[in-house]
Nanobody
């Protein structure tokens, strides 16, 4: 079965950096667009970043553009989220997701598979 496993979340100070990894199995990874979403306590799950199947196209939420970078390595079935200049408001559980359609989607409902999430906590 399809599995998406996130890792790399931890406690970090504001202004710091962190890289999240999402390892995929059970699917033809290069056929899927991949996305990162996050959910803070009491809030809806929101789009963070997405990449096309090749990595050639990306999309970012306005709140993270210029600070976060999404990338993928199809040879390792892994998608990454590099996060810099972290802010307290970036604190959330971060989820990766796989979308079998051909384009990039920023909409949660477009994604077919989800990981269990990894906690990122940014302290002031």
């Amino acid at each position: 079965q399809v599995q998406l496993v996130e890792s790399g979340g931890r406690l970090v100070q504001a202004g710091g950096s962190l890289r999240l990894d999402c390892a995929a199995s059970g699917l033809t990874f290069s056929n899927y667009a991949m996305g990162w979403f996050r959910q803070a306590p009491g809030k809806e799950r929101e789009f963070v970043a997405a990449t096309s199947w090749s990595g050639g196209s990306t999309s970012y939420a306005a709140s993270v553009r210029g600070r976060f970078t999404i990338s993928r390595d199809n040879s390792k079935n892994t998608v990454y989220l590099e996060m810099n200049s972290l802010k307290v408001e970036d604190t959330a559980v971060y989820y990766c997701a796989a979308d079998r359609t051909s384009g990039i989607s920023t909409t949660r409902d477009e994604y077919d598979y989800w990981g269990q999430g990894t906690q990122v906590t940014v302290s002031s």
